[in-house]
Nanobody, 125 residues
Framework: LRLAESGGGSVQAGASLRLACTVS????????IGWFRQVSGKDHEGIVC????????YYPDAVKGRFTISRDNAKNVVYLQMANLTPEDTAVYYC???????????????????WGRGTQVTVAS
């Protein structure tokens, strides 16, 4: 399974941005998919994960309330809508998917078999 992120860039604080993850396969190829990020000098952290069959996303605490996941299964694209961005959101954002893990395991443990290359998001104050 191949994943490709797009939509990153440089924005001002308070702005919104939508990232896209284009998946080479379909929802039958993975059990969970999600968004992660890595702030420079820090570990990866899970932002939100969702199962291939469900509609209820799982949000670890990091950005709860500001970031929203959605998907277009017909296009095999998963989106991350980010609102009210702050400089602390500056990071490389990754899309990842896994064939077996649950959404909470994947997001809490930052564990997935397949990863995209990431897209940089920079938020200026």
């Amino acid at each position: 399974l191949r994943l490709a992120e797009s939509g990153g860039g440089s924005v001002q604080a308070g702005a919104s941005l939508r990232l896209a993850c284009t998946v080479s396969g379909t929802t039958s190829d993975y059990s969970a998919i999600g968004w992660f990020r890595q702030v420079s000098g820090k570990d990866h952290e899970g932002i939100v994960c969702i199962s291939s069959s469900g509609d209820t996303p799982y949000y670890p605490d990091a950005v709860k309330g500001r970031f929203t996941i959605s998907r277009d299964n017909a296009k095999n694209v998963v989106y991350l809508q980010m609102a009210n961005l702050t400089p602390e959101d500056t990071a490389v954002y990754y899309c990842a998917a896994d064939p077996l893990r649950t959404v909470d395991y994947m997001c809490d443990n930052v564990f997935a078999d397949w990863w995209g290359r990431g897209t940089q998001v920079t938020v200026a104050s």
